[in-house]
């Protein structure tokens, strides 16, 4: 996925050896998840499972139970977003890249639940999942805050946005991930051909996308990342869509700096 993942526990008075032992496992596990999941998604590497499907040497029936899964959960996606989240590209290749990170953090998550860790945020290339709090033994549920870069200056943020059961939101339900997409780090690389929406015409024939930046949080680190996706593909028409649908907050920056925010990122505590 050539993405840095970086995993922040808090640093207790109490800690000792059986503790970083167990930070060390989960180190390990985490690790070589992305691992796998990377060589077996990976477009950029020739022999990985995706690559030969894209190529044609392998079918989807004779593929992988778990690139059958995921192509699954992508159409299913695609359906929920009315297109604008795909699995295809324009040219017809199958790319699950806009799936497989969310999942790749999903699991990783789990496997540190099941290491008995309790209190943690996983940071994938800037998507972010969390439990618990940074601050177990201070007494307060105090949230972890996730930063919003700013596009147009990556030095900057926009603000910040609190994640975890002690977030002010918790009345709803607790919003435990944050995904960001969008141009200011790879470029123009969603596709929003077929989709309605404003944008001058792109490389091949693409509308660039009506969003520079877009940032989604959500329950789950799989909804708020393809979601992000979605939006960027689909515009300002897939944003009104995903807010009516799904109990999650968005941020997404136009190419002139303007910002649209549902209210959760427009309280205090997302300052």
């Not at 207790?12 to 180190?27: F, I, K, M, N, Q």
Request: glycine share 12%; with cysteine; charged share 20%.
């Amino acid at each position: 996925m050539g993405t840095v993942v970086s995993l922040t526990v808090p640093a207790g008075p109490g800690a000792c050896s059986a503790d970083v032992d167990r930070l060390e496992a989960a180190t390990a596990v985490v690790e070589d998840q992305f691992e796998a999941l990377d060589a077996r998604f990976s477009l950029f590497k020739p022999n990985s499972e995706a690559s030969r499907v894209s190529r044609g040497e392998l079918s989807l029936m004779e593929a992988s139970p778990l690139m059958r899964d995921l192509y699954a959960d992508a159409v299913r996606w695609r359906r929920r977003t009315d297109g604008a989240f795909t699995p295809e590209r324009p040219d017809g290749l199958l790319d699950l890249s806009g799936l497989v990170k969310g999942y790749a953090i999903g699991e990783a998550g789990r496997s540190l639940v099941a290491l008995g860790l309790t209190d943690w945020c996983l940071n994938a290339g800037g998507d972010v999942l969390v439990s618990g709090s940074p601050a177990p033994s201070s007494g307060e549920r105090k949230p972890w805050l996730a930063g919003i870069v700013d596009p147009a200056d990556r030095r900057t943020l926009l603000g910040a946005y609190p994640l975890g059961p002690g977030a002010p939101r918790e009345v709803v339900s607790p919003q435990l991930a944050l995904a960001t997409s969008g141009s200011a780090e790879r470029g123009d690389h969603i596709w929003t051909v077929g989709v309605r929406g404003p944008g001058a015409q792109g490389p091949a024939g693409a509308r660039r996308p009506e969003f520079a930046q877009v940032s989604v949080a959500a329950s789950d680190i799989v909804t708020a990342d393809v979601l992000a996706t979605a939006i960027v593909a689909g515009g300002r028409s897939t944003l009104d869509a995903v807010a009516s649908r799904w109990d999650v907050d968005v941020l997404a920056v136009a190419h002139d700096g303007a910002l649209v925010a549902t209210p959760g990122f427009r309280a205090p505590s997302a300052a």
